[in-house]
């Protein structure tokens, strides 16, 4: 089961968003419904979105699609930044990198630690 985190800095111009786990379909579509909650009232050009992706396991083959749509979201919303950080685990960084490029999210940087 997948758990996420989402706070919204004002100040700063940040939403956060943390992951975890291995995320089911149900638990990809919370996640959006909460997102497009958090992002009503702000202008998402003038934020960047920090996505913690250390605790997130390999996504399921059935659940990518979800995935690659929360970035053509993403893309769509204008974030002036989209960060994602990770362990150091190649093959979801990988994943990752492939969805942002095969979803055209630009301004993606992904971070291992």
């Known amino acids: 089961m997948g758990k996420f985190i989402l706070k919204t800095d004002a100040t700063k111009k940040v939403i956060d968003i943390e992951l975890e786990g291995t995320f089911t379909e149900e638990d990809g579509l919370k996640s959006i419904q909460a997102y497009k909650e958090k992002i009503i009232g702000i202008t ?7 996505i913690d992706c250390r605790k997130l396991n390999v996504t399921a083959p059935e659940v990518v699609p979800l995935l690659e749509g929360c970035f053509i979201m993403f893309k769509g919303d204008g974030f002036e930044k989209v960060n994602l950080t990770l362990e150091n685990n ?3 960084k990988m994943q990752l990198s492939r969805l942002g490029r095969k979803a055209g999210l630009e301004n993606l940087e992904i971070i291992s630690v």
Not at 44 to 50: N, V
Request: proline share 20%; no cysteine; glycine share 0%.
């Open 44 to 50: 998402p050009a003038d934020y960047q979105l920090k």
């Open 90 to 92: 190649p093959v979801l």
